[in-house]
């Protein structure tokens, strides 16, 4: 039995300029105990869908499960969920331990009880010193475990999370992925992480729903999506710098990149679509491949992004440490054939299964 599942759910909103579809006709399932993430660009419709899971939205069409039982008509009360808000949402007047506590002292749960749980929770987040403290006097990651805390302490079977990061720096955002998934995977519980983050997504989540414009472009585990993306959108919103795109044209040997006289990747029939490339699989320098001139180059520590331009097309290349490159300067570029996507005129993933010209030129 699935711990949250939607069939073909939907939500739209009627305007002054027509009828706008924030979730359209999506469907998921998500196993208890999973870390689930819904990614993607501002206004795709992930925070809406996760406003419908806990029933803050009701759907227009679909219908939601969770734990098998069907929610879709359900107030949020009646759905046996937490949730976590991307504003926090605690108490200012409230100690850190009247905050945790109070929706339990809503439902009226015995006071001895409340008491083991928040002696509990709080150990578990290390927010025992602080209990006393009022949110004004905690830090912003503080002040987000006692979030974590006041859902947690519900014992809910799912967890929801909308961009809960959001508001902290850099290095507090990476510190609090590790705890928030090392958190749910110690408690077992199903939660479902909403953001915008491609990096949250990729090192937290065990399933992936990656949407846009309110429909799911792909759903997988991360590697699947870094992999075997199912479209340009997916290639390019995955993986940092994203996934070059190159047009190919027709030639005499085969289908090449755009601009350039060969070499030929694949059977000229394949030569209207989009050949993808990830930079960090692109081996640059050797003598060997596509020639290649260098527009620039950013040295960033552990490795260097180069932009090159072949023929019509930018390239771009992350090599480990520094390269002896320069702007102006020409190079050569070259990458294994299994690390080449090919993608058809509508933008969708395809198998090129003639490779033999590119294998021998990069062999």
């Known amino acids: 039995m699935?711990?949250?599942?939607?069939?073909?759910?939907?939500?739209?909103?009627?305007?002054?300029?027509?009828?706008?579809?924030?979730v359209d006709a999506i469907s998921f399932e998500f196993e208890p105990g999973t870390l689930n993430v819904l990614l993607g660009p501002s206004g795709c419709g992930k925070s809406t869908t996760l406003r419908l899971i806990a029933g803050l939205e009701t759907a227009d069409e679909g219908r939601i499960f969770i734990a098998g039982r069907d929610v879709t008509r359900l107030p949020p009360a009646a759905r046996n969920i937490a949730m976590v808000f991307q504003s926090y949402a605690l108490f200012p007047h409230l100690s850190v331990a009247e905050n945790i506590i109070f929706g339990l002292r809503v439902r009226k749960v015995p006071r001895n009880e409340s008491a083991a749980r928040l002696a509990r929770v709080a150990n578990l987040l290390g927010l025992a010193s602080l209990l006393e403290?009022?949110?004004?006097?905690l830090s912003g990651g503080q002040q987000q475990r006692v979030a974590l805390g006041r859902a947690i302490i519900a014992q809910a079977p799912v967890c929801l999370m909308d961009e809960p990061l959001s508001n902290l720096d850099a290095q507090l955002r990476a510190e609090m992925r590790q705890e928030i998934r090392a958190l749910q995977r110690k408690i077992g519980i199903a939660m479902v992480y909403v953001t915008h983050d491609q990096v949250e997504a990729m090192s937290m989540a065990d399933r992936v729903v990656l949407l846009s414009a309110g429909k799911v472009e792909q759903t997988g585990t991360p590697v699947e999506l870094y992999e075997t993306p199912a479209n340009v959108f997916v290639a390019r919103f995955i993986g940092t710098p994203p996934m070059n795109l190159l047009r190919l044209e027709p030639s005499a040997g085969g289908a090449v990149i755009a601009g350039t006289d060969g070499p030929a990747f694949f059977p000229v029939e394949h030569a209207s679509a989009m050949l993808g490339v990830r930079p960090e699989h692109i081996e640059i320098g050797f003598e060997r491949g596509v020639r290649a001139g260098v527009e620039s180059v950013e040295y960033l520590g552990g490795d260097s992004l180069i932009v090159c331009r072949v023929g019509t097309e930018r390239v771009a290349v992350r090599a480990a440490g520094s390269v002896g490159l320069s702007r102006g300067e020409s190079t050569w570029l070259r990458w294994p054939p299994g690390a080449q996507h090919y993608f058809d005129t509508s933008g969708n993933r395809r198998e090129a299964h003639d490779r033999q010209t590119t294998a021998t030129m990069f062999a």
């Open 133 to 137: 403290r009022k949110p004004g006097q």
């Open 2 to 22: 699935s711990a949250i599942a939607a069939e073909n759910v939907s939500k739209h909103w009627t305007t002054a300029v027509g009828q706008v579809r924030a």
